[in-house]
């Protein structure tokens, strides 16, 4: 090849250069693990509650850091994102706040050889930024169901409902590149809807079956 063909060419190798046109943004990646604050002691006979599979909602299934912009579009930001599939995050999250909230003898997973007492099945349905808004939003969709105990039989419905939780996040944030701030944000929001489904058990589950009084001392509790 002759100088001058080598010097005609060197345009034409550049316009097909196959380097992105955007710089490289190396990844940020955010833990989503809102804890309980404070652990309980669960009562005597406490139920058991197990905790199946937390599934994500269509969307849900990617880990960039969702926003919701001022006109209503959802974005995500691919090299901002959760270090674990956010609906595994929050079940794994879920189940240690459930076992700290001290309505449960043990919160257990799927495989576990402790029969329980109770099911919670569950739909992580959003978990996302509102700039605009001016705060980050969370809601779970959630089953809770009793197992029989003797013999085979149908579980039966408990309770069946949606929790939502809210936190504050600034309006001044760009919703295609969130950051820490929503990460942190989105975060404390699942933390308050964990706090909505502790609520909601409460209400929804038996109550475990008071001890009876110890006879006072030298005296033989009566025959039954």
Do not use: H, K
């Amino acid at each position: 090849m002759t100088a001058r063909r080598a010097v005609l060419l060197l345009p034409l190798l550049a316009g097909c250069s196959v380097l992105p046109n955007r710089p490289y943004q190396e990844a940020q990646r955010f833990s989503l693990a809102p804890e309980r604050p404070g652990r309980a002691a669960a009562p005597r006979n406490a139920p058991v509650l197990l905790v199946r599979s937390l599934r994500g909602a269509p969307g849900l299934e990617g880990r960039g850091l969702r926003s919701l912009t001022a006109d209503g579009e959802v974005v995500t930001a691919y090299w901002q994102e959760w270090v674990a599939p956010p609906a595994d995050a929050a079940e794994e999250a879920l189940r240690r706040w459930l076992a700290a909230s001290g309505r449960f003898a043990a919160v257990t997973l799927p495989g576990s050889r402790l029969r329980a007492d109770l099911v919670l099945e569950g739909e992580l349905i959003r978990l996302q930024a509102e700039p605009a808004a001016g705060r980050a939003t969370a809601a779970l969709s959630v089953l809770l169901l009793s197992e029989p105990q003797m013999g085979p039989g149908e579980a039966r419905i408990l309770a069946q409902f949606t929790a939502e939780g809210n936190a504050p996040l600034s309006s001044g944030l760009d919703p295609r590149t969130p950051g820490p701030e929503a990460a942190a944000a989105i975060s404390a929001a699942l933390g308050a809807a964990f706090a909505r489904v502790e609520e909601r058990l409460g209400g929804a589950t038996p109550r475990a079956p008071a001890a009876p009084p110890r006879p006072p001392p030298g005296r033989r509790a009566p025959a039954s």
